[in-house]
């Protein structure tokens, strides 16, 4: 199976939220400043503590929404020169094979520790923190269940 993809800007952007969000101890932290800024809002609201601890929660969340929702997927991006580039990418039982016009990279489907679907892309981890990003846009559906088969295995 052959596939040839740009990136689109807003897609990319979104589906790095997905890999935040995925991320098991930025989701922990997440709670955590939740249930910190849930829990001053209550105390606030009962008069038990002063308005101060109620701001810095509020502050401290709205920090880290604003840090995993647009400063870093933005500036990934913008790091990336991968993002910018035309590929193709021919899938078979062994592996799969990535070009653009500066070359080629060949890898098996042992190399992925793991992927997951977000509504546009394909993310295929290596390791935790190194992933591609395959579009889905374009491609024919046959290829994505082939895809999901391969990967599964």
Known sequence: MQYAFEYNKKKV??????????RKEIRVLMILVN???????????????????????SLIWLGLMAAFWYLLPNSIYRKSATFKDSFKIHVNEVGMVLENERGEVHWSWKQFSNFFESPHFFHL???????????????????????????RR
């Open 13 to 22: 952007i979104q589906a790095l939220r997905y890999h935040f969000v995925q």
């Open 35 to 57: 249930v910190f800024a849930i829990a001053a809002a209550v105390l606030f609201y009962t008069r038990k503590i002063r308005p101060e601890p109620f701001l810095l929660g």
């Open 125 to 151: 981890y290596f390791d935790s923190k190194s992933f591609f990003l395959l579009p889905k846009e374009g491609m024919e559906p046959e290829m994505q269940h082939g895809l999901r088969n391969f990967l």
